[in-house]
């Protein structure tokens, strides 16, 4: 007999798709709101809406608000973490440590700022009392995993005699701060997304950088 | 004859306390409610009942949400920015540049990780992109004003040939951040207001000193 139909198992196959399909598209609807209306400003029945998906679906996909935003906030911290962590544990040593750190630091510092990743961390804090767990999955999947990183690395290069011995923690943290600190709070409380000019985002991390070096490179 | 009562003025004096009283009454139940649930989950009516006054009064001292939240802010800010900003511009070097910096840090750090400055910060953050007027506000009067005055500290420091010469208001925000960075952040994250222990905030200043003077030190 031929078979000109789909095999049996399309069907549950194409539901499938259509449920991965709806999932991804109540995600960035989610994640569009959260970002622009807050936690408290937006209503699973906006989300449904902005998804075109039965606020039923929405619940049947992810239990409650809590749980939707928990998964926004992972996905999202993730987007950024992942390549920042490649990043910093690609770092050799070319044998010039500042123009390879000075590289490093600028574009850590370019992905800190894109404004989705600021929007988030400012709601995150917003409602840091109110979810501390959604705070401590941003705090050890963004800056937590970059300054783990950073250490593993670090200690490297004091093992290869090319920065002083020391606590690698400690100078991964110093290092990380910075070249953060100053363009990122300005950020956090001026509640301006723009990125600012890559030239002013550079003189930021090379003068991190070079504080850096001049605490920490073995003379 | 004989004045037994009191003087024509009196009424108006006792009216003029009055409405002081009720000021006092309302900025601070304003400050409470506002720092624990936050600036949309706070009303005017609850600020009123919480102050003990009518709600007109609330209105006729402060016009609107916006203008009573303003001035919690600028208040809330000033009662540290003041403090910190006098100790810093009393830095004088004894000698021992190191122990002067440690304590100047360590003090820095505790007032800033106070609880009601952490809500404060955290507050704002949550709600810049709506009223970015009150974070340029904590930011100019807060790190903004720290920063500035250690820079005059700092540029004297390097006349005097104890720190090397270089852009003074650079060495200030590096200064600012190294000691703060760590922990002000995972405040901010963890939504944790309770203070860290004296002994471990020391350890975070003194590190932080100890890196800025290895990179700003003249050798």
Chains 1, 2 share one sequence.
Do not use: C
């Not at 699973?44 to 935003?69: C, G, N, P, W």
Request: no cysteine; charged share 25%.
């Amino acid at each position: 007999m031929m078979r000109t139909g789909p095999p049996p198992h399309a069907a549950a196959d194409r539901a499938e798709g259509r449920t991965a399909r709806k999932r991804r598209a109540i995600l960035a609807a989610g994640t569009t709101l959260f970002l622009s209306h807050g936690y408290r400003g937006t209503s699973m029945d906006e989300i449904a809406a902005a998804a075109r998906v039965s606020k039923q679906t929405v619940y049947k996909q992810f239990a409650d608000k809590e749980r939707l935003f928990a998964e926004i906030v992972t996905s999202t911290v993730d987007e950024v973490a992942r390549p920042v962590h490649d990043e910093v544990l690609k770092l050799r040593s070319s044998g010039d440590l500042e123009a390879d750190l000075r590289r490093l630091a600028r574009k850590l510092l370019r992905m800190v700022m894109q404004p989705r990743i600021l929007q988030l961390r400012r709601l995150i804090i917003g409602e840091a009392a109110r979810f501390p767990q959604l705070g401590r999955t941003f705090y050890e999947e963004g800056p937590g995993r970059t300054i783990a990183a950073l250490a593993t690395v670090f200690e490297r290069l004091a093992d290869d005699g090319v920065l002083r011995p020391g606590d690698p923690r400690v100078a991964a943290a110093h290092f990380n701060w910075l070249v953060m600190s100053v363009p990122l709070n300005r950020a956090m409380l001026l509640g301006d997304d723009t990125p600012p000019a890559t030239a002013e985002l550079n003189r930021h991390a090379d003068a991190g950088v070079r504080a850096f070096l001049a605490a920490y490179a073995r003379p």
